[in-house]
């Protein structure tokens, strides 16, 4: 079964513009889970959908969004980059709602913001 | 007080000792409880998974749970070189929270 799928790898982008990050989940999972990973703050929630709809949300602001397709494949957006929106992003599957299942991560798209 | 917590480290350990790492949390209604590795640059791969108080074992990884003392612990038997990593404790609580991560170094 393939894993996790995240793309792009890398991102260079400057200050002010927007970015999308695109995740394709493992087959027959339908929970999609996204992440930001800094070193000085770790792995921080930003959102989580399940069946095309948002069922979770981080502390970050409105310019982080993302949505999921009917595929179970999902995008997350950034506006307005700033710089300390450099981080790893990271998006991790899971069968369905996240009661007791794991879950499974991406390679994760690495961001810089300049 | 944040939800998860771990030492940080860096946690040394010699090649073939235990290596011991803790992880306590706040959530008394947490019940799915996991142990991540991360590699220096790789996202992070589920190594445990524990649901109920006890031990649980798998080959050279043992997770422990204490749900009244809330705290959740890993052992590494037999460290190898290749066990040199950051390890991510986690719980479900509603969604999935992560600690910081306690950094491994298995020295040959």
């Known amino acids: 079964k393939a894993g996790v799928t995240q793309t792009p790898r890398y991102l260079i982008k400057t200050r002010g513009q927007q970015v999308t990050l695109s995740c394709s989940p493992i087959s027959g999972h339908r929970s999609v889970s996204w992440y930001q990973q800094t070193p000085g703050q770790g792995l921080q929630f930003l959102f989580e959908?399940?069946?095309?709809?948002?069922?979770n949300k981080g502390n970050f602001p409105g310019r982080f969004s993302g949505r999921q397709f009917s595929n179970s494949r999902s995008e997350m957006n950034v506006s307005t980059l700033e710089l300390g929106d450099s981080a790893l992003y990271l998006c991790?599957?899971?069968?369905?709602?996240?009661?007791?299942?794991?879950?499974?991560f991406g390679n994760g798209t690495r961001l810089t913001v300049t | 007080q944040k939800e998860v917590e771990q030492n940080s480290g860096p946690l040394s350990v010699p090649e073939g000792a235990i290596a011991s790492l803790n992880c306590t949390y706040s959530d008394r209604v947490s019940q799915s409880f996991f142990w991540y590795r991360q590699y220096s640059g790789k996202s992070p791969e589920l190594i445990m998974s524990?649901?109920?108080?006890g031990d649980k074992e798998d080959g050279r990884f043992t997770a422990q749970l204490n749900k009244a003392s809330q705290y959740v612990s890993l052992l590494i038997r037999d460290s190898q070189p290749s066990d040199s990593a950051t390890y991510l404790c986690a719980l479900n609580n509603n969604d999935m929270r992560f600690g910081a991560g306690t950094r491994l170094t298995v020295k040959p």
């Open positions: 991790a599957s899971s069968p369905g709602r996240l009661d007791n299942s794991p879950l499974h």
């Open positions: 959908y399940f069946s095309e709809t948002q069922r």
């Open positions: 524990i649901y109920s108080n």
